[in-house]
């Protein structure tokens, strides 16, 4: 009995999967309100969480500004895994999209942990202008090669 809920759990697990995959048009120039390119964006955060709000946000302007032809699924509730296993699924390509803290970038770029110091910034303003800066832009692109 074990081994057939074993089994089970298995095959569940990999139709949801499965169906978290991109779904319709495979890419934004094939894509159109019938058979639009749907984005998968999974987190860890609840539904009432202000990120996971701001995401639902920016899922309807990306539907509104392309007329539908791009469509972005959210997945909250760490219905997927957690941060790291959403990190592995992002870049084998079963997700399109995902929200991480520092910490779980740092798993794949020590330099990250930077973010997790206390009072490293001096306010809000300090905070975007350090972030908008184009050193680093050149760091948040440094680790596009390893699909993060």
Do not use: W
Not at 17 to 36: D, R
């Amino acid at each position: 009995m074990k081994k057939i809920a074993s089994m089970l759990a298995v095959g569940l697990t990999v139709a949801m999967l499965g169906g978290c995959a991109n779904a319709g048009a495979s890419s934004s120039a094939e894509a159109t309100a019938e058979n639009p390119m749907v984005l998968t964006l999974a987190h860890g955060l609840s539904e009432t969480h202000t990120v996971h709000i701001a995401m639902t946000e920016f899922a309807d302007k990306v539907e509104e500004r392309t007329d539908g032809r791009i469509q972005v699924r959210i997945l909250p509730n760490g219905q997927l895994g957690s941060e790291n296993e959403n990190m592995e699924q992002l870049m084998a390509g079963v997700i399109s999209m995902t929200k991480v803290s520092a910490p779980g970038l740092a798993t794949y770029n020590e330099s990250y942990h930077t973010f997790g110091l206390p009072y490293i910034f001096d306010d809000t303003q300090d905070f975007y202008h350090v972030m908008d800066s184009e050193p680093m832009q050149e760091f948040f692109l440094s680790s596009a090669d390893d699909g993060s």
